[in-house]
């Protein structure tokens, strides 16, 4: 979900406005034509942030719009048609509180590094993100400040969820929500890239799971991708057991991805016993299977 800060400036005029506003004051405000205020609202409308009331526009009665006013009202001296414009937007929800390297954003985000270094200048400043150093190599990480931002943070994840239901199928279930795609799960195949668990046999690791897990936008996936998403698939010991197994086969391309999942699945191999997950000798058993090396 990308804004324009035109349109950003339109939400925060009929946020303003108190009630319901006819296009044509829009218009006459920004010195627009009708065309460009109607591409303007359609936008904003299909982001759940405005409702039409016949001819005229009103805030919708959504939790985006919700969100949106609690965060206008608490940072209304803030720069927020510049902070939330463009592709910014997909960098604001890739940051989180476990830091990120700009490699790890451009990857999650598929904006070029040296965007993210202009965008995360800028976020610095105001407050936003977090830079440390990074102690297991050179560089730094960057994190989202809740402390300062909790408000941002709770609009973009608001206004994400309302977008990844208008994608996401009927009788699909929602797994999670990236900054710029959403992954799932439904017990039929439908029109959507394969990922997770669904391709692991592409890989050599059959599994027969009667689960269709999915992505969109429709894209190709390269292996870490496949591997993320499993991670974020699993809910049982038998899932997190195939996600070590394909760690294993495939450790050389996987070794070096951040994930909260991973810390337990490295402790898994030095042989500690981890709540959840699969004992060593459970991963060396099935990987003599497939004829790996645990």
């Known amino acids: 979900m990308h804004l324009k800060k035109s349109e950003i400036g339109v939400l925060i005029y009929i946020l303003n ?17 009708l065309e460009t205020v109607s591409r303007i609202l359609s936008h904003l409308e299909y982001a759940g942030l405005v409702r039409r009331e016949g001819r005229s526009i009103a805030l919708a009665k959504s939790e985006p719009a919700e969100s949106f006013k609690r965060l206008y009202y608490n940072r209304r001296a803030s720069p927020l048609a510049d902070i939330l414009r463009g592709r910014r937007i997909t960098l604001i929800a890739a940051l989180d509180r476990d830091p990120k ?22 976020l610095i400043r105001v407050g936003i993100a977090r830079k440390i150093k990074n102690k297991d190599r050179n560089g730094f990480l960057y994190s989202f400040n809740y402390t300062l ?20 199928p009927e009788d699909a279930v929602l797994i999670k929500i990236y900054s710029n795609s959403i992954l799932f799960r439904s017990l039929r195949q439908l029109d959507a890239t394969p990922t997770s668990f669904s ?38 010991i038998s ?24 810390r337990r699945i490295r402790a898994v191999l030095r042989g500690d016993r981890v709540r959840g997950y699969p004992s060593l000798d459970e991963v060396k058993s099935r990987a003599v299977m497939y004829g790996l090396e645990s």
């Open 17 to 33: 406005s108190g009630g319901v506003i006819h296009p044509r004051d829009i218009a006459r405000e920004f010195g627009l034509r």
């Open 199 to 236: 391709v692991y046999e592409q890989y050599g690791i059959d599994l027969g799971f009667r689960d269709h897990y999915y992505t969109l936008p429709k894209r190709k996936l390269s292996i870490r991708d496949v591997f993320i998403h499993s991670l974020d698939s699993a809910e049982s």
């Open 101 to 122: 390297s700009v490699s790890e954003l451009s990857a999650e985000t598929g904006i070029p590094a040296k965007t993210l270094y202009f965008y995360l200048k800028d």
């Open 149 to 168: 931002w909790a408000e941002l943070k709770s609009f973009l994840t608001s206004l994400l969820e309302h977008e990844a239901r208008q994608q996401l």
């Open 239 to 262: 899932h997190r057991l195939y996600c070590i197994l394909f760690y294993l086969k495939y450790r050389d391309d996987l070794s070096d991805i951040s994930h909260p999942v991973m």
